[in-house]
């Protein structure tokens, strides 16, 4: 049975919900304000979470920032209520990853709608990541990362050393952030907070980094070209790497080969180190 979890200090407007959400099948399960609603979440893990905004001891803000920032709460569908909404409330709910809001007063036809989308559109997220994890690539083999054993470039933090050990296992093929997520247990969004939260950059900054390390060696070290290195390292399109490697280094892969090795060769005839 579905679980429908309805945090609202009203006590009538919260009756009115939860009639009408047992009437229709739902598991319905009351909350009278925000601090018991996240004790409730943690106790039942409801399918879905209807919320008020206003309400003493913990609004609905504060509910939904401590769901999205617990990575088994974070995917939680949420819907807030709110007898208003301007424009700066709607969009400090959705910064902060609410799903949707409704009026009140609202139908129960109104209500029901609202969480059958919500329901359904996290059914199919359910079936993708399900179908994803099935496509998850495996660690590399020895003869793919003979050419690309640089130094690592992730820091040092225990909290994300899951993420970082499969960016590395993996760089080489076209993740994303979505792969990494399912990989490591986390929700897309829960993840991006967390690594932004402890490196100030995005996992697909991650991925990149590590690509262009690769890339580096492999223009330094060998004489393969453009094309071969781009596929070698995780892209599908030799336009695409051309245009981050770039981005990231002001110049073009053969031009930043023909550099690193004219300086390299100069520091050789003075007795210098060759450039790293």
């Known amino acids: 049975m579905t679980k429908v979890l309805v945090i609202e200090d009203e006590t009538q407007t919260r009756d009115i919900f939860l009639d009408s959400l047992e009437a229709e099948g739902f598991e319905a399960i009351g909350a009278k304000n925000g601090l018991v609603g996240v004790q409730k979440i943690l106790e039942n893990f409801p399918d879905l979470v209807l919320c008020d905004i206003m309400m003493p001891e913990l609004d609905g803000y504060g509910v939904l920032s401590t769901l999205r920032q617990n990575p088994a709460?974070?995917?939680?569908?949420?819907?807030?209520?709110?007898?208003?909404?301007?424009?700066?409330?709607?969009?400090?709910?959705?910064?902060?990853?609410?799903?949707?809001?409704?009026?009140?007063?609202?139908?129960?036809?109104?209500?029901?709608?609202?969480?059958?989308?919500?329901?359904?559109?996290?059914?199919?997220?359910?079936?993708?990541?399900?179908?994803?994890?099935?496509?998850?690539?495996?660690?590399?083999?020895?003869?793919t990362t003979k050419f690309v054993n640089s130094q690592s470039i992730f820091p040092s933090d225990s909290n994300l050393n899951q993420?970082?050990?499969?960016?590395?296992?993996?760089?080489?093929?076209?993740?994303?952030?979505?792969?990494v997520a399912l990989a490591v247990g986390y929700c897309p969004a829960y993840l991006t907070d967390l690594v932004r939260r402890h490196t100030g950059q995005t996992v697909n900054h991650w991925i990149i980094e590590r690509r262009m390390?690769?890339?580096?060696?492999?223009?330094?070290?060998?004489?393969?070209?453009?094309?071969?290195?781009?596929?070698?390292?995780?892209?599908?399109?030799?336009?695409?790497?051309?245009?981050?490697?770039?981005?990231?280094h002001q110049t073009t892969p053969q031009a930043w080969r023909k550099a690193q090795r004219t300086d390299n060769a100069t520091l050789k005839k003075i007795g210098g180190n060759p450039i790293p």
């Open 163 to 179: 993420v970082f050990e499969y960016i590395e296992a993996n760089y080489y093929q076209p993740i994303s952030l979505q792969d």
């Open 213 to 248: 390390a690769a890339a580096r060696t492999l223009l330094m070290e060998g004489n393969m070209c453009v094309n071969q290195i781009a596929e070698t390292v995780g892209y599908q399109h030799e336009g695409h790497f051309f245009r981050q490697f770039r981005q990231y």
């Open 73 to 143: 709460t974070a995917m939680i569908p949420f819907i807030f209520l709110t007898a208003k909404a301007t424009k700066a409330e709607l969009r400090q709910g959705m910064n902060l990853g609410a799903d949707d809001y409704l009026t009140k007063p609202s139908t129960v036809e109104e209500l029901l709608a609202a969480i059958a989308t919500r329901l359904q559109k996290q059914a199919a997220i359910k079936e993708y990541y399900a179908n994803l994890s099935q496509q998850v690539p495996v660690l590399p083999s020895s003869e």
